[in-house]
């Protein structure tokens, strides 16, 4: 009984749900709320930072990139069930194998607001995107903070100034990193089509919660556009072939698989640990 | 030992619990809390209430777990995210266990300060219910068992539950009257077998002090892989500074064992 009202339940908070995505899009203006949006292509392509308007009631960092996506003409593709994020401006990989460019993966940061970067450690469906916000996609490789370059510095105030405060859209204002320009001879990219290099990429998103129940899965860029403009000489984009993608991928998975020294050591820690719990309990009890 | 030192032991290990999704870190903490619980754990029905909060746990993870199957993508990265954060809420069930166990809340109701003395009393009876109903109901079935009624376990319930109500009644009431003919409430207290801030008491809280900084620490500077990334699943890294630091909950094993019978 309880099972089944519980099921009820969540099938509502499903069929809800859209309709409240809905009706945030439709009132979606002059809340003179904004906040910052980087798009760092890495080894691929330039930087594009977006001022986003946000609209009244909460959102998210992935809605943060549907609202530049309508705004600015991102384009994005969501996977795994809209949790992750797959594609950003062209580079990544689609929505069916949404990790299939791992190691390479658009990484999450937050920004502090003049400059800062920090890793974040929630999935950008769970977070909540305030006025002044900074927030930042890289991709590349590295599974931390550590070793996942980070987005260039970005101050709230260069990409959303001060003077456009009262504007309720401000004009889409990609700006390019130079530190790009000089890497490939590619045309430059601004924030509407991207160019999509092989068709095949990861993304990622820490969600925490399986917040986004009855989602679609977003497909902004249209499939003829995608892959005909790829293949750009970039020097570290994976092969576009698949096979020699997959290779790739199998062998820096299989260097980081293994159990590491610090992992045996913490399990033989916690068995050694519960073992004693264990003695000394049977000590205490006879 | 201070009653203080467990409060910041426990607050520290549950925050060390929440900050993190990473396996590895999670069960070690397991296995602290653990260790601490078999030795400090109060002798009586204590002792055996952690029973119940680890099996709390187990169907924490085991229904966090089956949530995600209910929201439609189902992979590996989603069944793993479940899985861990099952296992996070599992561990903070087990320090609290552990603190419900070793901490002595009479003692502890003694910390707050007077003004709010009226509502700690409240929490500490609130708190102490469990224990106490999980031993009337022993004390009833006995009773029963020994007039010779066997029913089946879940039949028996209202037959064990009226009488276990009233002996809860009955020891507020005596309570209440204990409290009521030594002047509760009416001016001053006087306090009697103050608690002090020894030297074990300080050793177990600097040492969970120094464990939460560690870990916020890393956590803000990305150190150790604390939330471990499921988008794509990756093996996380284990820190050896991190797994070491635990080790610093594990004072009170040596500062506070609970006394042998």
Known sequence: MRVRSTFACLLLVGTLAPVGFATQAACASETGRRAALVVDLGDEGDVHRYCVALPRGDVSGLDLIELAGAQHGLTYEFGEGGRAVCMLAGVGASSDDCFGRYPYFWGYWKGDGSGGWSWSSTGAGSTLVQDGDVQGWSWGRGDNASSHPPPPATGFDSVCPPAARKEPKPAPKPERDQREQKASGREPVTSGAGPAAAPTAAPTTRPTAPARLGRKVQRTQPQATRGRRAAAPTVTAAPVERGGDLAAVRTTRDERSGFSVAAVAAIALTVSLMALAVVIMRRRAS | ?261
């Open chain 2, 1 to 261: 030992m201070h009653q203080g030192a467990w409060l910041l032991w426990a607050t520290a290990a549950g925050l060390v619990a929440i900050s993190t999704t990473n396996p590895f870190y999670l069960l070690a903490l397991v296995g602290v809390a653990l260790l601490v619980h078999a030795a400090c754990a109060r002798p009586g029905p204590a002792l055996r209430s952690l029973k119940v909060f680890v099996a709390f746990g187990l169907i924490t993870i085991v229904t966090r777990t089956g949530l995600t199957f209910l929201s439609p993508p189902v992979s590996a990265s989603s069944v793993v995210t479940g899985l861990l954060e099952g296992l996070r809420l599992a561990t903070l069930l087990t320090v609290f266990g552990t603190f419900n166990a070793v901490s002595d809340p009479s003692a502890i109701l003694k910390l707050a300060p007077r003004r709010f003395h009226e509502a700690s009393l409240a929490a500490a009876l609130a708190l102490s219910i469990a224990p106490r109903t999980v031993v009337a109901a022993g004390e009833v079935r006995e009773a029963q068992r020994m007039r010779g009624i066997h029913v089946s376990r879940l039949r028996m319930l209202p037959a064990l539950a009226v009488p276990v109500l009233e002996t809860g009644m009955e020891q507020a009431m005596a309570l209440a009257e204990s409290m009521d003919a030594r002047g509760h409430g009416r001016g001053r207290r006087s306090r009697y077998r103050t608690q002090r801030w020894d030297r074990g008491s300080l050793a177990v809280s600097l040492g969970a002090a120094l464990a939460l900084a560690v870990f916020v620490i890393a956590g803000r500077i990305g150190h150790g892989d604390l939330s471990v990334s499921t988008y794509p699943l990756v093996w996380p890294d284990v820190s050896v500074v991190l797994v070491g630091i635990l080790l610093a909950l594990c004072v009170p094993v040596a500062v506070d064992p609970a006394p042998q019978r």
